[in-house]
């Protein structure tokens, strides 16, 4: 972290301001709305104990839908240019390593005081919006209330539920009406699911290498799979992040979006596709590449995750822009199919969700002025996205340096992979299991994205994170 730049411990002036706070942001009696009394639940991994968000359904008429998204109200107590917002602002997120978390924010705060945690009371920012029967969504609001968790649920046993495959789990019957909620958010998010995708909202399906361990020893790196749960909280962060960006220019305000540009190397989308006999425009097309993704995916099922990741690297990453009230419309997120899109639903581990958090008030609360110029945003559109990127190459080093451990006794071996990168710089493949990713050091000559190619493993380095493989 240190050679990227990044800051692996708080400051003593940052410790000193956390040792100052002891109790959870309190909202002044009748000054915001008290919503405790809804069904509300968090959805993360079984792990998960910083809880950004909570969801709430409530059926309508003519078959539309209200969605509630809580979302913990992190400024509330870490105030704009403190010793914290200071560290959060200079890594601008969480980074997530095998081992160990070095969080945004000191974990007193992040999973306990700004967490949406199980039977607590909570200051939360709310974003209500009405989804219609055919999946689509308008008529946002966005206001600050006091919200309690009332379950939290894990997306494993959650998805086995919706799928027919295990039965209620017991936080969810435990709580008077929150089953048939979540059966209306369940129905309401394939909606918007179904929606995104007719506009070309692309379905990626990717393996993550999660890290297994057994006390404090590395055993494994198992394939992490997405579920309906899953998707469940996805539709709604997406629906949520565009209704945080249309409310803020409907309120003359600059924001901070998030883009995934045209992608550069559409040719060679074209390519992998017409690999599998299919036809792609020749400029870049959302829909159509949409409509080949789904295709390949009932054809080969087994396959589809690497073909994605090939798709994934060519479209190119996100990127942080400021947005101005008036101005150009900002390119829009390519893969999402949506135009604007702020993040917003992530303040304890990501930086740019504490900045809109910010304009957001400033919305709601009519206070003058911001507390962000628009010149002031551009600089931190830039700045949160280099250290993303940094603390992505932290995260990816220190997974091979994982991936390095386990691999030390397996010189030789042969196994089966995809290329995923090929330039100036090297090639790299990843292994179809484990989901390893290693530098190919020679006989990638001619491989290029999304070429299916064995090797064979031929060094590997813990403290590098280094993996080597020769092309057989």
């Known amino acids: 972290m240190l050679e990227r730049g990044l800051l692996p411990d708080f400051s003593q002036e940052a410790i000193a301001e956390l040792n100052t706070i002891d109790f959870p942001a309190k909202a002044p009696e009748g000054e915001v709305r008290d919503l405790r009394g809804l069904p509300w639940a968090s959805i993360d991994n079984d792990d998960s104990r910083d809880l950004d968000q909570l969801t709430s ?36 997120t969480s980074v997530y390593t095998p081992a160990i978390i070095f969080p945004m924010l000191p974990e007193k705060l992040s999973t306990g005081l700004t967490s949406l945690n199980l039977n607590e009371d909570r200051l939360a920012i709310v974003i209500e919006m009405t989804v219609g029967a055919d999946g689509s969504v308008r008529d946002p609001d966005i206001y ?31 709580v008077s009406g929150l089953e048939e909620n979540l059966r209306l958010q369940d129905e309401t998010a394939q909606k918007l699911k179904r929606l995104r995708h007719k506009h070309g909202a692309l379905s ?21 799979e997405i579920n309906r749960a899953n998707d469940l ?40 596709a017409m690999e599998s006999g299919y036809s792609l425009p020749r400029s870049p097309d959302a829909v159509s590449l949409e409509h080949f ?79 962000y110029s628009i010149s002031d945003l551009e600089d931190l559109a830039r700045h949160c996205t280099e250290e993303e990127n940094a603390a992505k190459k932290v995260e990816r080093q220190v997974g091979k340096s994982a991936a390095a451990l386990l691999f030390e006794s397996r010189i030789g071996q042969r196994f089966d992979s995809i ?21 190919v050091v020679a006989g990638y000559q001619g491989l290029d994205v999304g070429h299916r190619v064995q ?18």
């Open 455 to 472: 090797v064979r493993l031929v060094h590997v380095d813990v403290e590098a994170g280094f993996i080597d493989f020769e092309r057989i």
């Open 57 to 92: 359904a409530e059926m309508l008429d003519r078959g539309d839908v209200k969605i509630l998204v809580a979302i913990s109200d992190v400024d509330a107590l870490v105030k704009r240019e403190s010793p914290l917002d200071e560290h959060a602002r200079h890594n601008t």
């Open 144 to 174: 600050e209330a006091v919200v309690h968790n009332h379950a939290k649920l894990a997306y494993n046993s959650l998805a086995a539920w919706f799928e027919g495959k295990g039965p209620v789990p017991a936080p969810v019957a435990a």
């Open 204 to 224: 990626l399906q990717t393996v993550e290498a999660s890290p297994r361990f057994e006390e404090d020893v590395l055993i494994d790196l198992e394939a992490k």
């Open 233 to 272: 909280i996805e539709d709604f962060m997406i629906a949520a992040n565009s209704m945080t960006s249309q409310y803020l220019a409907s309120k003359g305000l600059p924001s901070l979006r998030r883009v995934v540009r045209t992608p550069l190397r559409w040719d060679r989308i074209v390519e992998l």
């Open 293 to 371: 993704l789904k295709e390949a995916q009932s054809k080969d099922p087994s396959r589809f995750p690497d073909l994605c990741l090939s798709v994934i690297k060519l479209l190119g990453p996100g990127e942080y822009v400021a947005d101005a009230p008036g101005g150009k419309p900002s390119d829009g997120h390519f893969s999402l199919a949506v135009r604007g899109y702020s993040h917003s639903t992530a303040p304890n581990r990501r930086f740019p969700d504490l900045i809109t958090q910010r304009l957001l008030k400033t919305a709601f609360l009519k206070t003058p002025g911001g507390p």
């Open 419 to 439: 290329v995923t990168g090929a330039g100036p710089k090297g090639t790299w493949v990843r292994l179809l299991h484990p989901p390893v990713e290693g530098k």
